[in-house]
Nanobody, 123 residues
């Protein structure tokens, strides 16, 4: 089970850090990813990080502004979001699966999903 938290309301240019804690099993061998779904849009890939934490990949829309990281000892993955824009407004979901690189941008490659946390960026 994955539990995401840390969302909220922030002004454009602000920052937030999302967390996703895994429980019930260890996810240290899984790739962990973040996806988001904006109002009226499909769920889209945001970022992914390898099981060791040594490799991370980002969607072009967030590259340079967002940073994904993980702490396997805490069974937790994070998403640090800086320079937020109104178009970043979405429900953010964490996910776990066995995949690598940008192959993890596919929702179908993930077996476990968190419940989502709302991020709203005001202009």
């Amino acid at each position: 089970q994955l539990q995401a938290s840390g969302g909220g309301l922030v002004q454009a240019g602000g920052s937030l850090r999302l967390s996703c804690v895994a429980s019930g099993r260890t996810f240290s061998s899984y790739t962990l990813s973040w996806f988001r779904r904006a109002p009226g849009k499909e769920r889209e890939f945001v970022a992914t990080i390898s099981w060791s934490g040594s490799n991370a990949y980002y969607a072009d829309s967030v590259k340079g502004r967002f940073t994904i990281s993980r702490d396997n000892a805490k069974n937790t993955v994070y998403l640090r979001m800086n320079s937020l824009k109104p178009e970043d407004t979405a429900v953010y979901y964490c996910a776990a699966g066995y995949c690598s690189g940008y192959g993890c941008s596919a929702k179908s490659r993930h077996d476990y999903w968190g419940q989502g946390t709302q991020v709203t960026v005001s202009s």
